[in-house]
C-alpha cells in the first residue's frame, strides 16, 4: 500500500533563513508528486507538483522541490522564508495507475514556524 | 477571484443532531471532493462526484453519511445522526475535471464539533 511520510510534525526557522521539508513515499508504482499549504483557518492550496519531466519543479512563493526516485523522496525547500510563510505543509501523493482519479494519500503535515 | 466557499464555517452540535455542510464549487469545475481533516486521522478523501454523479464515495461511511449535488453550483454533505467521532474539519474542494493534471481548489472549510 502506498503511504506518505513528513518525518517532522514541526519546524522552526529563523525569518531569512533556508528551510527544508521532508517527505518521503513507499509506492510499488510510480506516483504524481504534490506539495500543499495551508494558512491557518484557510483551505489547501497547491504549491507545486511533479507529474513528469525534470526532477526539480518550481512552485509559488519562491518554493521549490525536487523528486529523488532512487530515495523516494519529494522534499520541499526554500533559501529564505518569510513570516508569511507561517502554515502547515502537506505532502501527498497519487498512484499512477489510479491517474484518472483523484485518491490523494497525504501526510501528516509538517507545522513551518518562522521566527523573527 | 473565485472561489470555493463552505457554510457554515463553525458548527456546533449535539450527538444524534442531522448536520449539513454545503459547498459552492467554482464556476464551471465540474469535480467535487469531500475531505476530512482530524488530528488522529490527517486529510481523507471521502468522496468525489464528477458532472453530480458520485465517482467514489469509498472513503465515507455509508450508514451515516451521505452526499449528494442538487445542481451544479452546490453540494451537500450530511451526517446522520452526528457522532462525537465526527468533530473535524471537512473540506470540499472543486476541480475541472479529474485527474493529478488538474488543480483542485480548496474551501476553507466547516469546523464541526459534536458533543
Known amino acids: 500500500a502506498q503511504s506518505v511520510t513528513q518525518l517532522d510534525s514541526q519546524v522552526p526557522v529563523f525569518e531569512e533563513a533556508p528551510v527544508e521539508l521532508r517527505c518521503n513515499y513507499s509506492?510499488?508504482?510510480?506516483?504524481?508528486l504534490f506539495w500543499y499549504v495551508q494558512y491557518p483557518n484557510q483551505g489547501l492550496q497547491l504549491l507545486l507538483k511533479?507529474?513528469?519531466?525534470?526532477?526539480l519543479v518550481k512552485g509559488i512563493n519562491g518554493f521549490e522541490a525536487e523528486f529523488n526516485k532512487s530515495q523516494t523522496s519529494f522534499h520541499l525547500r526554500k533559501p529564505s522564508v518569510h513570516i508569511s510563510d507561517t502554515a502547515e505543509y502537506f505532502c501527498a501523493v497519487i498512484p499512477s495507475l489510479t491517474s484518472g482519479t483523484y485518491k490523494y494519500i497525504f501526510g501528516t503535515g509538517t507545522r513551518l514556524k518562522v521566527l523573527a | 477571484d473565485a472561489r470555493v466557499t463552505q457554510t457554515p464555517r463553525h458548527k456546533v452540535t449535539e450527538m444524534g443532531q442531522e448536520v449539513t455542510m454545503r459547498c459552492q464549487p467554482i464556476l464551471g469545475h465540474n469535480t467535487v471532493f469531500w475531505y476530512r481533516q482530524t488530528m488522529m486521522q490527517g486529510l481523507e478523501l471521502l468522496a468525489y462526484?464528477?458532472?453530480?454523479?458520485?465517482?467514489?464515495d469509498s472513503g465515507m461511511p455509508k450508514d451515516r453519511f451521505s452526499a449528494e449535488m442538487p445542481d451544479a453550483t452546490l453540494a451537500t454533505l450530511k451526517i446522520q445522526p452526528s457522532e462525537p467521532r465526527d468533530s473535524a474539519v471537512y473540506f470540499c474542494?472543486?476541480?475541472?475535471?479529474?485527474?493529478?493534471?488538474?488543480?483542485?481548489?480548496f474551501g476553507p472549510g466547516t469546523r464541526l464539533l459534536v458533543l
Open positions: 462526484f464528477r458532472n453530480r454523479a458520485p465517482l467514489d
Open positions: 474542494a472543486s476541480g475541472l475535471q479529474p485527474g493529478p493534471r488538474e488543480t483542485q481548489y
Open positions: 511533479y507529474l513528469s519531466g525534470s526532477t
Open positions: 509506492s510499488s508504482v510510480s506516483v504524481y
